[in-house]
């Protein structure tokens, strides 16, 4: 698994992996359809469910060319595995990780191997 090309300029890019149900899916559509922002201001979203296995959602982020990945502590935890056995490195994400913690080990590889900043919401804590 490689990055894509790089991201353009403008049009910051997020990929959301979550639940469609949630109530922050909810929030972002509606926000969406009812206010107005120049397409090139406006963030660009890939959302994802934590149903798909994560080197789909990994792929799917890379063909998106997003910037940032926000998952679930252990989600995230299984995307850095997909990484580390398939030796992924420089991957120019940063992750936020929010509603639980992440491993250490999964923190470590992302950020040392991967070149990945990563943000935990749920930790409190920024590497």
């Keep these: 698994m490689s990055p894509g090309t790089s991201a353009p300029a403008t049009g910051y890019r997020e990929a959301c992996v979550g ?3 949630s109530s922050n899916a909810r929030v972002q559509g509606y926000i969406a359809r ?3 922002v120049p397409e090139r ?7 994802l469910s934590m149903e798909e296995d994560p080197r789909t959602s990994l792929e799917r982020s890379l063909e998106f060319k997003a910037h ?6 252990s989600y995230a935890n299984d995307m850095a595995a997909v990484l580390s056995r ?3 490195r420089n991957l120019g994400i940063s992750f936020v990780v929010a509603s639980e913690a992440i491993t250490t080990e999964s923190r470590n590889f992302l950020v040392e191997r991967c070149g990945s900043r990563l943000v935990s919401i ?4 920024r590497h």
Excluded: C, F, I, N
């Design 19 to 21: 639940s469609y149900a």
């Design 34 to 36: 009812h206010t107005w």
């Design 41 to 47: 201001r406006r963030l660009k979203r890939l959302y």
């Design 68 to 73: 940032v990945v926000s998952a679930s502590g």
């Design 86 to 88: 398939e030796g992924a």
């Design 122 to 125: 749920y930790g409190a804590w």
